[in-house]
T-cell receptor, first 110, second 113 residues
Framework: QKEVEQDPGPLSVPEGAIVSLNCTYSNSAFQYFMWYRQYSRKGPELLMYTYSSGNKEDGRFTAQVDKSSKYISLFIRDSQPSDSATYLCAMRGGSYIPTFGRGTSLIVHP | EAGVTQFPSHSVIEKGQTVTLRCDPISGHDNLYWYRRVMGKEIKFLLHFVKESKQDESGMPNNRFLAERTGGTYSTLKVQPAELEDSGVYFC???????????FGPGTRLTVL
């Protein structure tokens, strides 16, 4: 079993939809949770960085962590075609080195 | 402020040849990381520099890979001799603090034929 599981998609939604992206993990030592966005031929860009359980909101993006279920989510409200990218979850415990998911490809069509 | 830059963006070499990848971190970032993503797999950690010192090289696959960071500025990752399984995208990232968010470069796509 992989430490971090993430459905690669693709996930295709119409413009304006609410998008839900998810990851599950098995290592209970993970405390820090990150979401990266990666456009084609670019490097990952840090979107959200959260610690422990709870929600964190930044504009149209909300990150949610449920440590009891070992499940994290990223919600995108009012999705735009410019949100089309691959979204990677990453997480770490005491080590500063993150463990990444495979990434979910998101396509927002006009 | 310039981001993390990597050179070349794409390299195609034959098995047995040598390739050197370069990473220029964000100015002032002491922490520099190398990662690799093999097609269809997750991004995997290779090693971490703090200034010019190797802090953690537990992810380096074997001794055909050599990373350096002379003077604590840019870093190079040399693969010698390259094998087919070395193909992938090599990312560099930097951070100001070890616990802070890491800023990634665009990656170098390495193809070994």
């Amino acid at each position: 079993q992989k430490e971090v599981e993430q459905d690669p998609g693709p996930l295709s939604v119409p413009e304006g939809a609410i998008v839900s992206l998810n990851c599950t993990y098995s290592n209970s030592a993970f405390q820090y949770f990150m979401w990266y966005r990666q456009y084609s031929r670019k490097g990952p860009e840090l979107l959200m960085y959260t610690y422990s359980s709870g929600n964190k909101e930044d504009g149209r993006f909300t990150a949610q962590v449920d440590k009891s279920s070992k499940y994290i989510s990223l919600f995108i409200r009012d999705s735009q075609p410019s949100d089309s990218a691959t979204y990677l979850c990453a997480m770490r415990g005491g080590s500063y080195i993150p463990t990444f998911g495979r990434g979910t490809s998101l396509i927002v069509h006009p | 402020e310039a981001g993390v830059t990597q050179f070349p963006s794409h390299s195609v070499i034959e098995k047995g040849q040598t390739v050197t990848l370069r990473c220029d971190p964000i100015s002032g970032h002491d922490n520099l990381y190398w990662y690799r993503r093999v097609m269809g797999k997750e991004i995997k950690f290779l090693l971490h520099f703090v200034k010019e010192s190797k802090q953690d090289e537990s992810g380096m696959p074997n001794n055909r890979f050599l990373a350096e960071r002379t003077g604590g500025t840019y870093s190079t990752l040399k693969v010698q001799p390259a094998e087919l399984e070395d193909s992938g995208v090599y990312f560099c990232a930097s951070s100001g603090h070890r616990d802070g968010g890491q800023f990634f470069g665009p990656g170098t796509r390495l193809t070994v034929l």
